[in-house]
């Protein structure tokens, strides 16, 4: 089994930036795909950005590219996502998860990841 826990949210202004991690404890992921993904209020939960089992490559939503990085510590067990250049509408629940089915590909649908974080808040202000 494999438990996955975010932290690093919190309120910034609009053009401020946060460092989300994913610290996760159980199995290893090296081997996995990990990915974000983000809700906000009244929305559907959407993909943010994904990262091959080595870091060698990485996925983003239109929405982010240019503005956010994934990166990850496979040592470490922790996935990490810069968030630069905020807007209010980049508010939402952020959550990480990880999928034992893949280890490279732009992997953006929730159903293809099979575990989940209980997600942190990341709001901002305008």
């Known amino acids: 089994q494999v438990q996955l826990v975010e932290s690093g949210g919190g309120l910034v202004q609009t053009g401020g930036s946060l460092r989300l991690s994913c610290a996760a404890s159980g199995r290893t992921l090296s081997s996995y795909v990990m990915g974000w993904f983000r809700q906000a209020p009244g929305k559907e939960r959407e993909f943010v950005a994904c990262?091959?089992?080595?870091?060698?490559?990485?996925y983003y939503a239109d929405s982010v590219e240019g503005r956010f990085t994934i990166s990850r510590d496979n040592a470490k067990k922790t996935v990490y996502l810069q968030m630069n250049s905020l807007k209010p509408e980049d508010t939402a629940i952020y959550y990480c998860?990880?999928?034992?089915?893949?280890?490279?590909?732009?992997?953006?649908?929730?159903?293809?990841?099979?575990?989940w974080g209980q997600g942190t808040q990341v709001t901002v202000s305008s």
């Open positions: 998860a990880a999928t034992a089915r893949y280890r490279l590909g732009y992997i953006h649908h929730q159903y293809d990841y099979d575990y």
């Open positions: 990262i091959s089992w080595n870091g060698y490559s990485t």
